[in-house]
């Protein structure tokens, strides 16, 4: 009998995340202020968010407990399974043998959800009763919406206005769990409306969603804080969950990866998965070779220079020492929203600086068709966001076959794409684009870098 | 440490379905041909369906074996979890144990997977190379694409016109996974030419469409079968690996319920759930009560007569003994699409004739209610027919802690509502109506009965 889900014992769940940052064989460059430009301190981040998470942000402790109210909120979905996907190998016929763990599984449908909850929770235990975000695609308002409901938060989520009105099912998803949804620029914050008269009609953008969220939370007098989905040192830390479950459960069956892959927008999923494995790297212990596999539409590590940058368009966050296409980039409309992002994660950005990960741009098409032959053979319909990981995986794995090679692979299944079916649709239709970015287009962007060293 | 979570060992999935048949105490009343009033035989049914489920029909055995090709496709998504819905117990300030069967991460997203791969199994051992099938609300048209793909095998499925034009991720996900999905009434048959000819504009029904997919099949020569998602013996038969893992889950904590709840329209995951439980129960070894919770705006069970009446508008089906509305009953437009059936599978009818089991009728705003206040505690957002169940199980969570008795209830989470926003969209704006029956729209259906004994 074949074992195609590969369970972990719950009581096996890591009790601690792991923070790649005390591993580093370098020091990272430290976040400035936008202002100064001198390296920011905890003050400079406590108007918007909590001191338990800025903690974490700058923390040298290698491994960071998970608090039990958190775990409790876990065991809700954790530990997802990882899974043999026997029958897609198979379909390729390759010799490789492929794992992936399924964050699908969770509430939320996504791995968002796990940072989520432990960011409500160190919120909530400093006296905040409500958190204000931005969501493009949905996927983070929806986590931080659940992981709110969980706790007995107040949410609201500056929704961009065009995903408002052509995603209404993800705004009901983010209302039946009890999120405020507001469409964005919106008359509720001074940067709305002045957005919406410096650009009549606008259908808003990630970054303006985000100075609102941002304005609402430092005007707030520190009932309401700002939260973040992906990018900053303590997401990245709170999904390596993911990546520490993984590494047991292939320990369970005998086996370690020659690859590990993951999708990467902000970088928070890749993260997840390959910062356990990037550990066991540097520590010399495997020659694992973790890939971020990112669209051709938006190809900030594989394209963009190392270079210190805004995280937003507005320019009210600290400067961070990243890959980025600069704070002014827009990406084409690509149908995978959440890695539609100009700059990622610094400690993603360190590594690959380093050597110590590498990357891939992929186009959609290829990630819709492997997306597909992943659904007939594994029953699930991924996010066109984990399609990019699949894709890559499937890469990979064909090229085991021409080698011979039995390669082992294991990569993150983020999310499953229920709200995401007008992409399959287009897809199947043959209106999908594969985008050649103009080069005109990459060197606007990089205009907008501030400091390239 | 709390157990959200009871899983199974995957060796320990039932290698047999439990046939409920071979226990009644008393015996069913045959189906009879809808021509001759005669009781039918194997030859009636083998235009439309295999040999080998034809057998499954009238078998009398108690078990049969799971082949071993439906048991590798089982092992994609089977066992699922037992969940302890510790904190929607919390939520209820109820002393009552909650528990549920959580079909809802089949890659379906229902129990209705269940069936689907043993109908295409047993059509495929058979030579047969096409099945077509009719759908409303998406669950089982869904299911059989799966299915279908999982084995090479073409699927069409006729779609209510009205749900293909006002569900189109339903449709765009069918056609995914390799379903041809064909608006009903259509002009690829006889019968759906002449109900055009007849109704000019009209937006289709699951009569109509269940037409066209058995016309399809008895003209085909034997290549194309038609395949049902619910009702039949053999359908409720593949269902049970539900309850008799759900068994087996609850022995593993040291449970046993005191009542077993699913929602009722075709009758097949209340059969699911239930008929191992009403196995004890017949024989002496427990006092479980289980529980069919039904719509209002369709109550089968708690309305109808127990009488022999068609499965179907057209009066193609057989003459089934079951509870029945009447075939020409037209249920009010309730959410739960799943649940809106003029009859009942005769094994669940028998057991409510003969007072093993009982029914409930629910109104749709407290269904949706229980259903969010479950998403909050459990995270996931149910079926809208999944959601009846949720109430039921609530009201005897509720009725515990007004008595002050601990007792011990299991629901089945049939299946996710994240193809459902509409209708949690409608229920948060308070657009929801619930429906009361007309004594004349009862009397009018009752009237399309054609044999009350």
């Not at 026997?86 to 509430?107: D, F, W």
């Not at 186009?363 to 819709?368: G, I, V």
Request: glycine letters at 10%; proline letters at 7%; aromatic letters at 10%.
């Amino acid at each position: 009998m074949r074992q195609y889900n590969i369970n972990l014992d719950p009581k096996k769940i890591p009790d601690a995340w792991y923070n790649i940052g005390a591993d580093m064989p370098e020091p990272m460059a430290p976040p400035l202020h936008p202002g100064t430009h001198e390296p920011v301190g905890p003050n400079d981040l406590s108007a918007i968010f909590p001191m338990g998470l800025i903690m974490q942000e700058m923390s040298p402790d290698r491994y960071i407990s998970i608090p039990g109210e958190v775990m409790d909120k876990y065991l809700l979905w954790r530990p997802t399974p990882l899974r043999r996907a026997y029958r897609l190998e198979e379909a390729l016929g390759t010799p490789a043998k492929i794992y992936y763990k399924n964050e699908s599984v969770s509430p939320s449908g996504s791995h968002k959800i796990n940072t989520a909850v432990a960011q409500v929770y160190y919120n909530k235990a400093e006296g905040v009763r409500e958190l204000s975000t931005e969501t493009g695609a949905g996927q983070w308002g929806t986590a931080l919406s659940i992981a709110c409901g969980m706790f007995d938060m107040k949410c609201t989520v500056y929704m961009v206005r065009i995903s408002f009105e052509q995603k209404p099912y993800r705004k009901s998803l983010m209302e039946a769990y009890g999120g405020r949804v507001v469409a964005s620029p919106s008359n509720e914050t001074q940067i709305g409306r002045q957005f919406q008269a410096d650009y009549p009609g606008t259908t808003g953008s990630l970054g303006m969603a985000i100075s609102e969220a941002v304005e609402v939370a430092a005007t707030s007098g520190g009932s309401i804080k700002y939260s973040l989905g992906s990018v900053l040192n303590h997401v990245c830390l709170h999904q390596t969950v993911i990546g520490m479950e993984a590494k047991l459960q292939m320990e369970s069956v005998g086996d370690y990866p020659d690859f590990v892959i993951g999708c990467c927008g902000g970088g928070s999923n890749f993260a997840g998965i390959a910062f356990p494995f990037v550990q066991d790297r540097i520590a010399g212990r495997s020659k694992v070779e973790c890939v971020a596999a990112e669209p051709a539409a938006c190809p900030t590590l594989t394209r963009g220079p190392f270079a210190y940058d805004y995280g937003d368009t507005g320019k009210f966050t600290p400067l961070m020492k990243q890959y980025t296409l600069g704070h002014n980039f827009m990406p084409p409309g690509i149908h995978a929203g959440g890695l539609r992002y100009h700059g990622v994660a610094s400690t993603v950005a360190h590594l690959k600086h380093l050597g110590l990960i590498n990357a891939v741009a992929l186009y959609q098409n290829p990630c819709f068709e492997s997306s597909l032959l992943f659904a007939k053979c594994e029953g699930i319909i991924p996010a066109p966001e984990s399609g990019h990981a699949i894709r890559a995986a499937v890469d990979e794995a064909l090229r085991c076959k021409e080698s011979g090679e039995v390669k082992t692979i294991l990569f993150n299944l983020s999310g499953h794409g229920h709200f995401d079916m007008t992409a399959y649709d287009a897809y199947l239709r043959g209106d999908l684009q594969d985008y050649e970015l103009d080069e005109e287009v990459i060197a606007q962007g990089a205009a907008s870098i501030p400091i390239i060293e």
